[in-house]
Each structure stands twice: as structure tokens, then as C-alpha cells.
């Protein structure tokens, strides 16, 4: 009895925070025991969370700063040719990726009626340019009134700009490019009708094709004239 009383007491010795810290020690080794199989395996596994890194030696040199971005090919000098006119086409004097240069002709529109008319307001401007010549000698030496030399002025004018008008609606029957390049398109044919305002002929110049990249504002700074752009 002496020994069992002797236990008894040194259990009772133990402090209070020893005997939580004892019980706690106790349940834990109890769960861990009825934990899945599972559950163990996945905490025993030490690459779980593991990093891997590359080790490389240390080594000077120069550091680049790259902004990239991505853009479409455009052409700043493309146009699409109209007609300013409607009549039959005559004549193609182009196809399709032929290089032409600004101002040449691409093809022709029936103009019997416009170079009839050009003809028609020539000739009546010669004549009242021939007659305000005449008149224009009387005047000075002042044969006729100040009032008649203003009318064949006035009239001569008037002539002018109807001569105009038609050699305009002329040239408007020869279809130009306005701007050097090569024919990508030719929407009209040989003897089609074609009317005011329709596509004929579309042209590029290839040598405008650039690529438009946004760049953004915290990069403007970084920025120089000469700076290598790779494509």
C-alpha cells in the first residue's frame, strides 16, 4: 500500500497546465491513429510543396528591356478609284498587278458625246476671244463705249468657264490614278455600264505599308530615335 500511495501522490504533484498538455499529447497520438491512410501519405510526401529552381553561375552583361506588340501591315498611300462619270467602258489599259505611275490612265470611257461638247464650247470660245481682241484694240482707241468693252468681256468669261466645264467632263471619260503603285483590284470590264460614284480600280503603294504599334504611355520615356525594332 505504502508504494501504491506514493504513485497516487506524484500523479497529483504534476501542475495543472502539465495535465492538459499531457491529455492534449494523448488525443492527438489518438487522431493521428484513426487518420486515413491517405491523409498520412499525403503529409509524409516532402516535394508537395516543393520549388524547384534552376542554379546558374553568376555572370555580367547587358541587360534589354523589350516592349512587344502586335499590329497589321497597312498601307498609308491607298486609293479607290471611282467614276465620276457613267458611260461604257472602251478600253482597259491595266490588269491586275500591273505598276502604274500617278496621273497615268487606267481606262477608257466612250466620250462622243462629251468631246462633242468639248468641241462645240472651243470653238465658241475662239471666236469670242477673237472678237474680244477687236474689240479690245477699238477700245483703246476709244471707237467703242466703256459699256460694250465690258460686255465682251463678261462674255468672254462666261465662255471660259463653259470651255472648262466641258474639257472637265472630258478627261472625266479617262479613268487616272491619282497616286503611283500597283492595280490590286480591276472591277470593270470591257464594255460594261458603269455609273457615277462605282468602284473601278483599286491601288497601293507598297512602299507606304507600315505597321502602326501603340505604344504605352509609361514607355514613352524610354523611347529614342535610332532604337533597333525587330519584326
Known sequence: MSGFGMKFYSYFKIPFLSKFLVAALVMSSAFTGCRPKQTQEKEEDPLKNAIYVELEEVKTG????VLKA???FTAERQVQILSRTGNL???LLVEEGDL????EILAELENDIQMINFERAKNQFDRIQQEFNRQKKLYEQELISEQAYSDIQFELKQNEIALKDAERELNYTRIRTPIAGSVTQRMINVGEQISVNQPLFEVIDFDSIVAVIFVPERNLPLLQIGQTARL
Open 100 to 103: 502604274v505611275e500617278q496621273d
Open 70 to 72: 502586335s499590329s497589321n
Open 62 to 65: 547587358p541587360m534589354e528591356a
Open 89 to 91: 467602258v472602251a478600253r
